[in-house]
């Protein structure tokens, strides 16, 4: 095993932890505001939720890196790179998990929405207490899959100068020329980031199957 490849690869592998993991949060807020809002009462909310969600998930990622780096700078908005790779990452993902959790509501058994109008429950609350729960176990596995694709995605951000662990590996390869080797590690700390984020969601679904009383899968 060639350690001496591994610490600039690790360093690499943090940033690309890093801005999975703050990605992640925003975009899943992000999902169940536009999913959400694409369900409202309000014709303009649903509006808003729409245009966002058909932007981001009609045009590529490598686009809006792009755009968010060196077209904002031109009407006087700058970020850090990491700031902008967490900010396109997070908008791209979260319009793709938008539609899951959209879905997701629709999937839940019209008779639990009818129950909570017949003890006349407020909306918010019959969404807080009845419906999201169990619309969160229907989102949970097509979540982890999109947890996984944000980690693989993390490898666009090298091109507005973020070092993530594929730019580490180019990097390596460019010094020693050591090209299986190097691509060798990167492939395999790549499987060691994504199978716990795997394992993790699944665990989180079993949770919350059990909590809301749905059967789940193995």
Do not use: C, H
């Amino acid at each position: 095993m060639p350690f001496d490849l591994l610490p600039p690869l690790l360093g690499g592998a943090v940033v690309t932890l890093a801005l999975t993991f703050t990605s992640a949060g925003l975009a899943l807020i992000l999902a169940l505001g536009a999913g959400l809002g694409r369900l409202s009462r309000w014709r303009a909310v649903r509006t808003v939720a729409a245009v966002y969600v058909e932007v981001f998930r009609g045009s590529s990622l490598l686009v809006q890196l792009f755009y968010f780096f060196f077209v904002l700078p031109l009407i006087g908005v700058r970020l850090p790179p990491f700031a902008t790779g967490v900010l396109a990452l997070s908008l791209n993902i979260g319009a793709y998990g938008s539609e899951i959790v959209r879905a997701a509501v629709q999937s839940v058994d019209p008779g639990q929405r009818e129950a909570a109008i017949a003890l006349n429950m407020p909306t918010g609350l019959a969404l807080r207490r009845i419906i999201l729960p169990q619309a969160f176990v229907a989102m949970l596995p097509p979540f982890g899959n999109l947890l996984v694709e944000l980690l693989k995605s993390t490898s666009l951000v090298s091109l507005i100068t973020l070092t993530e662990l594929s730019f580490a590996g180019r990097q390596l390869v460019q010094q020693q020329g050591r090209v299986s080797e190097v691509y060798l590690l990167v492939l395999l700390l790549y499987l060691l980031m994504a199978y716990p984020l795997t394992r993790g969601m699944r665990l989180v679904e079993r949770w919350m199957a059990r909590r809301v009383g749905v059967g789940a899968g193995s």
